[in-house]
């Protein structure tokens, strides 16, 4: 049996000896065991027993996930509080596919899907409805407090919790996400400690308007990788108090943060809550510097690699909505397309275009007029994850448009700011 | 030519003798693994086209030398999933601490799948620069890491 290097407590040792059954003690060896590999001093409880899990695919290959599902339920083990995971894959009604790519997606892709769900749900799934990268929205409320020591993945959201709300979780792998969440308890290293939130980057923000979201968090990802940023110049533009506006500027620039380098946390001077405390007493006394303006701007916009195979098509197919949309942006986003239809001329977006939302955020939009609005359109709302969309080799032939930039590195989606993607929709310029 | 030696972190231990696939720039678990365990193939090409060092390159049974890896928080679970089916690349050398990801994979991996998978860290700089594709090495129990 493997010997533990940090100090468990009476209880944590307990679980490990296997006074909980097999399963629990082999859980508890693998935090233990990874805990050990980054010289954490001991296990710490989870603070927000609700967990956020990054793996809701039934991808077929994933076969040591599915067994191991099976032991937890055969063993009738339940995480603490029940959880939310990442978006479904697949919405055949508002996502359309054709014949050949329904074939790959039920059949090989994503053949274990609703094996994978029967199995979470045992194990503690919130609802049907918790399948979102976006679980902190108000809508969804799976919302941690300052100081909550959680048990997530997903890097989205876990930038967004350590940086938005001011909880503490590291950058996890999908399984050790679910097994802190049954255990209640992760161990004490990086995020989760004071000294691991410590900025060794300080970046100036010194553009004359404000900076698209998903290109500043690209820029600061590419540039900082895994150290955490702090911001400065940033709530020029923001504002000093984290309102809805902020809320989906922060959601979208931490994404791209987390999937264009591997950022898990930053600080905004003046907004976010540990920069509002201790201001610049964060940023470490060796920090480097890095400064951003519009031409920096410019040249990591146009540093983005076009993938597609026909590079002087147009775009056929527009994901708006990674991570999903905020109400307020999808709020947004139907007055723009309105808006710019009326002026073009036109009732109907010119190329097939689907919003991404929560399904709790798309319960409470179907519940205005703005739904109506925005259907009318001719845009889908839908609640998949397209990078799960795109890992059918078949949807390689179509050509996505996105203003995501998460999208974008994980697939051969090309990149477009909002503005761009709107006139292109409804038919102001051609893309 | 003199051996040339370099001694890092134990994670995993294991012997090995054999060759080295070597990536300078980080690997993406998902996007080098998924396409081979994607076929249920017997060996690992990796498909990753954005990582030129090691792209096609056949890594099974190979010891792979990076900086850490990058990519999805699926990167453990897809770790897992390779040594599980017995096409991992036999040895992770990593020039840096290893990540969070994949410290899971090879923790899910050796407790879950029993796998033998080797892993070493912190190798430093120099073993990446010296280190080439090809190249022969012997990985000890003690995290000694033998260029031959």
């Given at each position: 049996?493997?010997?533990?290097?940090?100090?468990?407590?009476?209880?944590?040792?307990?679980?490990l000896?296997?006074?909980?059954?097999?399963?629990?003690?082999?859980?508890?060896?693998?935090?233990?065991?990874?805990?050990?590999?980054?010289?954490?001093?001991?296990?710490?409880?989870v603070?927000?027993?609700?967990?956020?899990?990054?793996?809701?695919?039934?991808?077929?290959?994933?076969?040591?996930?599915?067994?191991?599902?099976?032991?937890?339920?055969?063993?009738?083990?339940?995480?603490?509080?029940?959880?939310?995971?990442?978006?479904?894959?697949?919405?055949?009604?508002?996502?359309?596919?054709?014949?050949?790519?329904?074939?790959?997606?039920?059949?090989?892709?994503?053949?274990q899907?609703?094996?994978?769900?029967?199995?979470?749900?045992?194990?503690?799934l919130?609802?049907?409805n918790?399948?979102?990268?976006?679980?902190?929205?108000?809508?969804?409320?799976?919302?941690?407090?300052?100081?909550?020591?959680?048990?997530?993945?997903?890097?989205?959201?876990?930038?967004?919790?350590?940086?938005?709300?001011?909880?503490?979780?590291?950058?996890?792998?999908?399984?050790?996400?679910?097994?802190?969440?049954?255990?209640?308890?992760?161990?004490?290293?990086?995020?989760?400690?004071?000294?691991?939130?410590?900025?060794?980057?300080?970046?100036?923000?010194?553009?004359?308007?404000?900076?698209?979201?998903?290109?500043?968090?690209?820029?600061?990802?590419?540039?900082?990788?895994?150290?955490?940023?702090?911001?400065?110049?940033?709530?020029?533009?923001?504002?000093?108090?984290?309102?809805?506006?902020?809320q989906?500027?922060?959601?979208d620039?931490?994404?791209?943060?987390?999937?264009?380098?591997?950022?898990?946390?930053?600080?905004?001077?003046?907004?976010?809550?540990?920069a509002?405390?201790?201001?610049?007493?964060?940023?470490?006394?060796?920090?480097?510097e890095?400064?951003?303006?519009?031409?920096?701007?410019?040249?990591?916009?146009?540093?983005?690699?076009?993938?597609?195979?026909?590079?002087?098509?147009?775009?056929?197919?527009?994901?708006?909505?990674?991570?999903?949309?905020?109400?307020?942006?999808i709020?947004?986003w139907?007055?723009?397309?309105?808006?710019?239809?009326?002026?073009?001329?036109r009732k109907?977006?010119?190329?097939?275009?689907?919003?991404?939302t929560?399904?709790?955020?798309?319960?409470?939009?179907?519940?205005?007029?703005?739904?109506?609005?925005?259907?009318?359109?001719?845009?889908?709302?839908?609640?998949?994850?397209?990078?799960?969309?795109?890992?059918?080799?078949?949807?390689?032939?179509?050509?996505?448009?996105?203003?995501?930039?998460?999208?974008?590195?994980?697939?051969?989606?090309?990149?477009y700011?909002?503005?761009?993607?709107?006139?292109?929709?409804?038919?102001?310029?051609?893309? | 030519?003199?051996?040339?030696?370099?001694?890092?972190?134990?994670?995993?231990?294991?012997y090995?003798?054999?060759?080295?696939?070597?990536?300078?720039?980080?690997?993406?678990?998902?996007?080098?693994?998924?396409?081979?365990?994607?076929?249920?193939?017997?060996?690992?090409i990796?498909?990753?086209?954005?990582?030129?060092?090691?792209?096609?390159?056949?890594?099974?049974?190979?010891?792979?030398?990076?900086?850490?890896?990058?990519?999805?928080?699926?990167?453990?679970?897809?770790?897992?999933?390779?040594?599980?089916?017995?096409?991992?690349?036999?040895?992770?050398?990593?020039?840096?601490?290893?990540?969070?990801?994949?410290?899971?994979?090879?923790?899910?991996?050796?407790?879950?799948e029993?796998?033998?998978?080797?892993?070493?860290d912190?190798?430093?700089?120099?073993?990446?620069?010296?280190?080439?594709?090809?190249?022969?090495?012997?990985?000890?129990?003690?995290?000694?890491?033998?260029?031959?």
């Open positions: 049996m493997y010997e533990p290097k940090m100090k468990l407590s009476v209880e944590q040792r307990a679980i000896d296997g006074k909980e059954g097999a399963i629990k003690a082999k859980i508890m060896e693998t935090i233990v065991m990874f805990g050990d590999i980054f010289e954490a001093p001991r296990l710490v409880k603070a927000h027993d609700e967990g956020h899990l990054v793996t809701s695919f039934g991808i077929g290959l994933l076969k040591p996930l599915f067994a191991t599902m099976d032991k937890l339920n055969e063993a009738g083990i339940k995480t603490k509080g029940a959880f939310t995971v990442d978006p479904r894959p697949l919405d055949y009604e508002n996502v359309k596919c054709n014949l050949l790519e329904k074939l790959v997606f039920s059949k090989v892709l994503y053949s899907q609703k094996r994978y769900e029967a199995q979470l749900m045992k194990v503690g919130r609802d049907k918790a399948f979102t990268c976006a679980s902190y929205l108000d809508e969804v409320g799976n919302i941690p407090k300052h100081g909550d020591i959680l048990s997530w993945a997903e890097s989205s959201a876990v930038v967004y919790a350590n940086s938005v709300l001011g909880a503490r979780c590291n950058r996890n792998s999908g399984m050790l996400d679910l097994f802190g969440s049954i255990i209640g308890y992760v161990p004490e290293f990086g995020f989760i400690t004071d000294e691991g939130r410590k900025a060794s980057w300080k970046v100036i923000i010194k553009t004359t308007a404000i900076p698209e979201a998903q290109i500043l968090g690209s820029a600061i990802g590419m540039k900082v990788m895994e150290d955490v940023p702090y911001i400065i110049g940033l709530d020029k533009f923001l504002g000093t108090k984290i309102d809805e506006a902020a989906g500027y922060l959601k620039f931490g994404a791209a943060t987390a999937s264009n380098g591997a950022v898990g946390l930053y600080h905004i001077d003046n907004l976010t809550p540990e509002k405390k201790f201001g610049r007493e964060l940023i470490r006394k060796d920090a480097r890095y400064v951003i303006d519009d031409a920096e701007l410019e040249r990591v916009y146009r540093s983005y690699p076009v993938m597609w195979k026909k590079k002087d098509k147009k775009g056929n197919l527009v994901f708006i909505g990674c991570p999903h949309l905020t109400l307020k942006q709020n947004d139907t007055d723009r397309i309105a808006k710019g239809l009326k002026e073009t001329g109907k977006v010119l190329v097939r275009t689907i919003a991404l929560a399904p709790d955020v798309l319960d409470k939009f179907r519940d205005t007029p703005k739904y109506q609005e925005l259907i009318a359109t001719g845009v889908k709302v839908s609640s998949i994850c397209p990078l799960m969309y795109t890992n059918n080799p078949l949807t390689k032939m179509r050509r996505i448009i996105t203003s995501s930039n998460k999208l974008r590195t994980y697939s051969i989606a090309r990149y700011k909002d503005a761009e993607i709107l006139d292109y929709i409804v038919g102001k310029a051609g893309k | 030519m003199r051996m040339k030696t370099f001694k890092g972190r134990v994670i995993a231990a294991g090995y003798k054999g060759e080295a696939v070597v990536s300078h720039q980080g690997v993406n678990t998902l996007a080098t693994f998924q396409k081979s365990a994607l076929k249920n193939a017997k060996e690992v990796v498909s990753d086209q954005n990582n030129p060092d090691i792209y096609e390159k056949n890594i099974t049974g190979k010891a792979l030398c990076l900086p850490i890896t990058i990519g999805s928080t699926t990167g453990g679970l897809v770790i897992q999933t390779v040594c599980s089916m017995g096409i991992n690349p036999a040895c992770f050398l990593f020039s840096e601490h290893i990540d969070s990801l994949a410290a899971s994979g090879i923790v899910l991996a050796r407790i879950w029993n796998s033998k998978v080797i892993a070493i912190q190798l430093g700089k120099e073993f990446l620069d010296t280190i080439k594709t090809g190249d022969i090495i012997e990985v000890k129990e003690d995290g000694i890491v033998a260029i031959l």
